[in-house]
C-alpha cells in the first residue's frame, strides 16, 4: 500500500482544466465538481488517486470509477484505493487489499463528541491520555478509516466497534480483535492513517 497527500492551495486556478480532464473518464459524480469546497478537494483527489494508479500499477488514467450503494468509488481490477480530504489536504491510499484512509488537520475540538459516540474503551484512553486533541483525532482517523476500508462511511455507530491506537487494533464489542492493520502517520499539524484489511492465507 502507498500513500500520496498533496496541499491543494493554489490549485483552485487549474480547477477547469481538471475538470475538463476528469469529464473524460465518464464518472457522473465529476458534473457537480466545482473549485469551492469540499467538492473541489474531491476533484483534486479523484485526480491524485488516478495518478497514483497509474504510475503504481499501470492502470489507465481515464478508467471509468464506479460507486457502491454506500458512494464508495472502485475500479473492476484487483486493486483498491480510497481518499480523504481536510482543509487544503488532500490524500489517498493505493493497494493491493481494501484500504480506507482519514486525514485530519490537529485542531481544537469538543471531546464531548467522544463521550456521546466513542465506546467507552476509547473514551478510557481518551481519559487518561496526555494529549487528548492528538489522540482524539488518532481514534477519530482510526474509525474513519476502518469504516471506509469496509465500505460502511459513518452509517455504522461509532461505538459499534473499538479502536485501539496503542496496539493499532480494532475490536467488535465482545473484544475479539478484526483482521485489520492500521498505520497513524503525523505530519506537521495533520494526522493521517490508513486501515488495511489482512487476509490471513497471505501469511
Not at 140 to 155: H, P, V
Amino acid at each position: 500500500m502507498k500513500i500520496y497527500i498533496t496541499n491543494t492551495k493554489g490549485f483552485e486556478e487549474y480547477d477547469e482544466k481538471l475538470n475538463k480532464i476528469l469529464s473524460l473518464c465518464n464518472t457522473c459524480q465529476n458534473k457537480s465538481y466545482t473549485n469551492k469546497g469540499r467538492n473541489f478537494q474531491r476533484l483534486v483527489g479523484e485526480g491524485l488517486t488516478r495518478f497514483a494508479l497509474y504510475k503504481d500499477f499501470n492502470i489507465d488514467f481515464f478508467i471509468p470509477f464506479k460507486y457502491t450503494q454506500k458512494g464508495k468509488p472502485y475500479i473492476e481490477k484487483d486493486v483498491y484505493f480510497n481518499m480523504s480530504h481536510s482543509g487544503d489536504y488532500v490524500a489517498c491510499a493505493v493497494g493491493l487489499q481494501p484500504v480506507g484512509i482519514d486525514i485530519e488537520i490537529l485542531r481544537q475540538v469538543n471531546l464531548n463528541i467522544a463521550h456521546r459516540f466513542f465506546h467507552p474503551d476509547e473514551t478510557t484512553f481518551l481519559n487518561n491520555s496526555l494529549n487528548k486533541t492528538e489522540d482524539f483525532f488518532k481514534l477519530w482517523t482510526m474509525k474513519e478509516s476502518y469504516l471506509k476500508c469496509i465500505g460502511k462511511g459513518l452509517t455504522l455507530p461509532l461505538n459499534s466497534f473499538i479502536v485501539n491506537p496503542t496496539n493499532l487494533s480494532v475490536y467488535d464489542t465482545q473484544k475479539n480483535k478484526l483482521n485489520f492493520k492500521f498505520v497513524i502517520n503525523k505530519y506537521e499539524n495533520i494526522i493521517i492513517t490508513t486501515c488495511e484489511k489482512i487476509f490471513l492465507n497471505n501469511y
